[in-house]
Each structure stands twice: as structure tokens, then as C-alpha cells.
């Protein structure tokens, strides 16, 4: 497969895990197990913005493999922060996403890191910078959850 392919897959493997994670109520899972202030709202908005990123990486993906790096790092994060290790730290209490986690964006994600670094052009430095990029697009929401409710963000 080409890495253009297996970026398309990854945005595919990416809608699953969305709708496994709507269906069994992630915004509750994340206010109690990882204090996150989220609404469906927020829920709707980033995942929104990660299908856009999804096309935008897959039709880049062949000119510019970093951006597929980095959509590959973003899952491969998501999966291990955000699904595996609360489970892991809750002694098994279920984490929605943690199943297209493990049998989506793991195998994809290594996939699509197995074929760039497979490439003489793509170095362990664009690695890297991939997963600081990748970390960078899981925390910014993040982050916007916890500052919009600041007084000086609020819009009243």
C-alpha cells in the first residue's frame, strides 16, 4: 500500500473510533475519570476538525509525509494517553475508543510510521517532530477547555 493509502485509512480508522466513542458516552467517561471540562459540543467541534485534518493529511500525504506522520502520531497518542493508560491506571474500568485504539490505530498508526521510515527522506528527526506535533494537536483542545472558562475568555 502507498502512504497515501494508508493515510486514508487512518482517517477512516479515525471515524470508527469516533463513533465507538460517541456511542458509549465518552463526554461522561472523560469528566470522570479524566477530569476533562467537556461538552457534546466540544466533542462534535474537535472531532470535526480532526476529520478535516484527516483529509488534509491524506491528500498531502505523498508531497508533504510529514503531516501523515503526524496524523499517525496524533492516533498513536490518543490511543495510548487517552484509551490504554486510563484503563490501565483504572484497573480496567472501560475507556471509550479503547477498542478501535488498539485494533485500528495501533496496527495503522505503526503502519504508516513502518513505511515512512522505510524512506531514506524521512529521518527518525521527522519522527520526532511528528509525535512534538502530534502531542501539540491533542493538547490544544485541551487547553482550550480548561482556559475558556477563565474569566478574560468568557464572552458575557
Known amino acids: 500500500m502507498t502512504l497515501t493509502e494508508w ?3 487512518a482517517l477512516g ?15 461522561d467517561w472523560a469528566r470522570a475519570i479524566i477530569r476533562l471540562p467537556v461538552e457534546w459540543a466540544d ?6 476538525i ?3 485534518l484527516g483529509i488534509v493529511q491524506a491528500e498531502v500525504a505523498a508531497t508533504i509525509p510529514l503531516a501523515a506522520a503526524t496524523f499517525a502520531a496524533l492516533m498513536l497518542i490518543n490511543a495510548t494517553f487517552f484509551h490504554v493508560l486510563p484503563m ?12 478501535t485504539a488498539v485494533v485500528l490505530f495501533y496496527p495503522v498508526g505503526i503502519a504508516i510510521f513502518a513505511k515512512l521510515l522505510a524512506m531514506p527522506s524521512f529521518t527518525a528527526l521527522h519522527a520526532a517532530l511528528a509525535f ?8 490544544y483542545p485541551i487547553a482550550m477547555l480548561h482556559l475558556k472558562g477563565r474569566t478574560y475568555f468568557r464572552q458575557v
Open 50 to 52: 480532526v476529520v478535516v
Open 7 to 9: 493515510a486514508w485509512l
Open 132 to 139: 512534538i506535533f502530534g502531542a501539540l494537536l491533542m493538547a
Open 43 to 48: 466533542f462534535y467541534m474537535t472531532n470535526a
Open 13 to 27: 480508522a479515525y471515524a470508527i473510533h469516533m463513533l465507538e466513542e460517541f456511542m458509549f458516552d465518552w463526554r
Open 88 to 99: 490501565i491506571v483504572t484497573r480496567g474500568r472501560w475507556s471509550p475508543g479503547v477498542f
